[in-house]
């Protein structure tokens, strides 16, 4: 049972969740690239003009200047302010099922990586060692004084690496060719040091059930064979995602069949 929370909190929330996207989409461009996340300061890719602090407000700016630099009127992609929005929105739902404190926090550095991570691997198909192992800690760190506890933690860690390295093995030992890479692992075993490892079995479950499905629906419309590199990743981060946000209910609606 979740008390009312305060509007401030949420109001909060949804400030600091825009400030963090906005943060988030320098990493998903720059990071990849191996280019400093602090300087230069942000500027057009097409002319060059250095974005003043008024260029740069999550969300307002993009929609004001309706798309295009200030400059050069190039047309500047809507992933900036999606990628703000969705994290703002997401900030607010965390806070609004979270009490304030140590697992609230935790629960926003995970979103903030998983958005990250689901970014990153659309576009480039990694996932940056930089992020999952300093992930895998944190969670861990959190979770001696946050749910789930460091027991629960350690074991959704180790499930979460185990699982998927022994199938990245197995799809190797089979056919000769890597299926899944170590990156898909190490995430796995993040989300478990985050959530525990109950959550990591609804992440695979969920995450695996979308990716087939979406799967599917691609070979079905043609538009790639049945060897379509989706980037699994991607996956993960929706599956954790809901796991965190839904997983209690969901697993005490599956053990109600028992
Ligand atoms: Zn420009």
């Not at 003009?49 to 700016?61: F, G, I, T």
């Not at 302010?81 to 697992?103: D, K, N, Q, R, Y």
């Not at 087939?212 to 070979?219: K, T």
């Amino acid at each position: 049972m979740t008390a009312v929370p305060d509007i401030v909190v949420l109001l909060y929330a949804l400030l600091i969740g825009l400030c963090v996207g906005s943060f988030l989409n320098v990493v998903i461009y720059r990071l990849p690239l191996g280019q400093s996340l602090v300087s230069p300061g942000s500027r057009c890719p097409k002319c060059g003009y250095a974005l003043r602090w008024y260029d740069n407000v999550p969300v307002l700016s993009w929609a004001f200047l309706a798309g295009r630099c200030r400059q050069c009127r190039t047309s500047i992609s809507a992933q900036y302010p999606i990628v703000e929005l969705v994290t703002a929105l997401l900030f607010v739902l965390v806070a609004w099922l979270t009490p304030v404190g140590p697992l609230l926090v935790s629960r926003l550095i995970l979103v903030a990586i998983l958005v990250a991570l689901f970014g990153i691997d659309l576009e480039h198909q990694i996932l940056p060692n930089s992020i999952t192992l300093p992930g895998i800690l944190v969670g861990l760190m959190f979770s001696t004084i946050a749910p789930p506890g460091w027991k629960d933690a350690l074991l959704g860690a180790l499930l979460g690496a185990g699982v998927l390295y022994g199938i990245a093995a197995a799809y190797y030992a089979l056919r000769r060719e890597e299926g899944m890479g170590m990156g898909d692992v190490k995430m796995l075993a993040m989300i478990g040091a985050f959530l525990g490892w109950k959550a990591v079995l609804v992440t695979l479950v969920l995450s695996s059930f979308s990716g087939a499905a979406i799967g599917m629906a691609l070979i079905a419309a043609q538009r790639g064979g049945m060897k379509l590199a989706l980037p699994f990743g991607t996956f993960l981060a929706l599956g954790a995602l809901a796991a965190m946000l839904v997983g209690d209910p969901l697993i005490a609606w599956y053990a109600g069949f028992f």
